[in-house]
Nanobody
Framework: QVQLVESGGGLVQAGGSLRLSCAAS????????MGWFRQAPGKEREFVAA????????YYRNSVKGRFTISRENAKNTVYLQMNSLKPEDTAVYYC????????????????????WGQGTQVTVSS
């Protein structure tokens, strides 16, 4: 069982930056591939970024490429999402997700691939 707690959300002006953190419980964080998803009001939840359990493979949705960076610190049981050049359309509740895997290099970008989810953190970007 893994519990995930997101933090770092808030209100920021367009063009600004935020760094989201997702802290995981347990001693086997390095066994989990991680992902970030988001859900805007009135819309379905969508994939944002993913990282393999080893951290060497990452994947992003097209609209955030070059602006967002996913990373992880296995020693701290934490995954991050650095968000730069934020746009109003990035406004959403951001969720982190985890799934165990034996592969060091595989990332996952479908919701159904993930087993554990956090409660989410609100990101609001004003124009």
């Amino acid at each position: 069982q893994v519990q995930l707690v997101e933090s770092g959300g808030g209100l920021v002006q367009a063009g600004g930056s935020l760094r989201l953190s997702c802290a995981a419980s347990g001693r086997t964080f390095s066994m989990y591939a991680m992902g970030w998803f988001r859900q805007a009001p009135g819309k379905e939840r969508e994939f944002v970024a993913a990282i393999s359990r080893g951290g060497g493979s990452t994947y992003y949705r097209n609209s955030v490429k070059g602006r967002f960076t996913i990373s992880r610190e296995n020693a701290k049981n934490t995954v991050y999402l650095q968000m730069n050049s934020l746009k109003p359309e990035d406004t959403a509740v951001y969720y982190c997700a985890a799934r165990s895997t034996y592969s060091y290099s595989t990332y996952y970008y479908a919701e159904y691939d993930y087993t554990y989810w956090g409660q989410g953190t609100q990101v609001t970007v004003s124009s």
